[in-house]
């Protein structure tokens, strides 16, 4: 049943600093919306609790990205095409880059925004695994302050966050430190562009003379939130890649994670895809040292 | 902005003209261009922003009006599949769908030439895989995509005007 529009009440401050009495006057009353590519779906779907929505839409303090020596910022309300377009996260964030650019087509990477998609917290969300494996930390605000969260933290379970019924995300902080590590992202779904992704994956490993000095391996569809394979990691740290290193971290990587079965896919499919994709990781790791 | 009983002013310029609407803030784009401005040529295929039949530029960028709620456009210029054609000449792009047979029952046609119009902006001279990545949020269902693809090729290789 599609919703009435005379039910629902949107507002669109100017500034940052208009939106935040607003939410820390009616906690958990107002829902802000972004680009509305999922806000707009439930709303068209008749399944959207709030009756109050404020517009974060272009709002300046959230839609610019701000590089530092040792960190990007990347403002909340900044699109998958800004994402893209940006030289220094194509360069040393290619994960990012590459997720925005297999996130729907030309028109929803044209409004969806990075803090609505960390918010949104869907487990099959694009982008998020390579925040988990970039270290991002969220920038989190409200009329009370400003606090620092580690993304790994945010998400309590699932559709579940740390995030306070005050408080926004104000921008995505990545540290850079990680140029020299050779980077693997796959998604699996029906198509790239639009399809929710059956298993996807992030991954980045540095080595040091044949060895893997560091990795990391992230993953989204396989768990009620966005995961970290830790068992995976601490397997590869420290190895040199050959096939009985491969076909462990096949094993592990399946094993490591309790994915379900849905509309989209199975249970079973789902471990032995990501299982595939760690060892397609790995294999493409030597090629490149090779290379 | 003035309210009334929920409404509120919406003021934007629609393909080149300035058009001032009273709706509702919730209400959708899609429905503000083709109920209140007669601007039917965008259409509402599956209203969840994954077929792109309501695609339209706004600022410069496509975007999906059924995702829009209206009040998000205040301000904005937005351009619909009507504000391509000049007087009694189609636009380039327009033309090339007809000649190449890229439009058969028409439902998505004016989205697929809007963004079609954004890629050629972009990336005047696109391969067939860019073609079909800026094309990958629209949804057609009787042409396989390939005479589509054919005429943005045509299309780029006549020179977009603009």
Redesign the interface.
Known sequence: M??D??D?????PATLSAVLPLLAAEPGEWLP?A???DV??Q???GKLPARK?V?L?NLPELRHIEVSHDAIHIGAACTY?DLREHALIAQEFPLLAKAASWT?????Q??GTLGGNIVNASPAADSLPALLVYEAELILVSLRGERRLRYVDFHTGYKQTRLAPDELIRAISLPRQFAGYISYARKVGA????AIAKVCVAAAASLQRGLIADVRVAAGSVAPVPLRLRETERLLRGRAVDAVLVEQARRKAGEEVRPIDDIRSTAAYRSAVLGNLVAEFLIQLTAEQIA | MTADH?RCEVAMTVNGKAAKVC??????LLDVLRRDLGLTGAKEGC????C?AC?VLIDG????S????V??A?GASVVTIEGLAREDRLATLQQAFVDCGGAQCGICTPGMIM?AT??LRKHPQPALDAIR??????LCRCTGYAQICEAVAEASAHGEER
């Not at chain 1, 729907?104 to 929803?108: E, K, P, Q, T």
């Not at chain 1, 198509?191 to 639009?194: E, L, P, S, T, V």
């Not at chain 2, 709706?23 to 959708?28: L, Q, V, Y």
């Open positions: 599609r919703s529009p005379e629902y009440e949107l507002v669109a919306i680009g509305g590519t707009m779906v709303y068209a779907a929505l517009s839409w095409t729907g087509g030309i028109a929803n044209n409004r198509r790239n562009a639009q | 929920g709706a509702h803030p919730m209400e959708r209203g969840e922003g994954e792109g695609a960028e496509l975007a999906n059924c995702l829009i709620p009040l998000q205040n963004a954004c890629l990545e800026g094309l990958s949020g629209n």
